[in-house]
Structure formats: structure tokens, C-alpha cells
């Protein structure tokens, strides 16, 4: 049996901008993306702290330290510029692994750069 556990997650990002008319996902900086070991079209869960909003889409690669946090395609009407939000991943793990994992914690900034702990 696999349990779906947290893996990765970017806390309390900025929303830098919403494009109703992309084909959809959520375009992320490269270096959050690199700090959270997400993968370029990986599905994740995004949760909208301002509003309460919560959607599935993936990640789509956005230019690294620009601190792009874009919501894309239908899901930019569940977000604004602005909002803060939580990036989600999880990982499918058996119990011995999930016992042991940690997962990663990225924190930033309000100009979504990471904060080291």
C-alpha cells in the first residue's frame, strides 16, 4: 500500500499575474522551482490564502529570478495579482518511506524570493 504524502511545497508566493487566455497551468520562476524539486509539467495543487480558492493544474517553467508566479487559463479567475498562495506536490510512498521523508518547505519573500530558514 502507497500513502500520497506532502512532498513539496512554496509558501505564501505572490500571484504576479493571471492570463485568462494561456492554454493553461501555473508558470513558476526556475529557482523556485529548482528550490522546491518540482518538475516542469508536474500536476500540482494550488491553494489561494486570500480567497480560499482551491485547483489542481501543473508547472510550467518561468524565467529564473523573476519571481513569475502566473496563474494561467481558466484557473486565473480563481486568482488576482497579488494573492498570496501555497504551491502544492505530493509524492505516493510507502509507509517506511513516508515515516522517514521530510518534505521541503520553500519560503518567501513578498517579491517571491526564497527565504533560507
Sequence with gaps: MTFEML?????????????????????????????????????????????????????IEGKRGSGTICINGAAARKAQVDDKVIIVAYANMTEEEAVNFKPIIVLVDEKNREVKK
Design 7 to 59: 512532498y513539496s511545497k512554496i509558501h505564501r508566493a505572490s500571484v504576479t499575474d493571471a492570463n485568462l487566455n494561456y492554454e493553461g497551468s501555473i508558470t513558476i520562476d526556475r529557482e523556485l522551482i529548482d528550490s522546491a524539486k518540482l518538475l516542469v509539467g508536474q500536476k500540482v495543487d494550488v491553494l489561494n490564502i486570500n480567497n480560499g480558492e482551491r485547483f489542481t493544474t501543473y508547472v
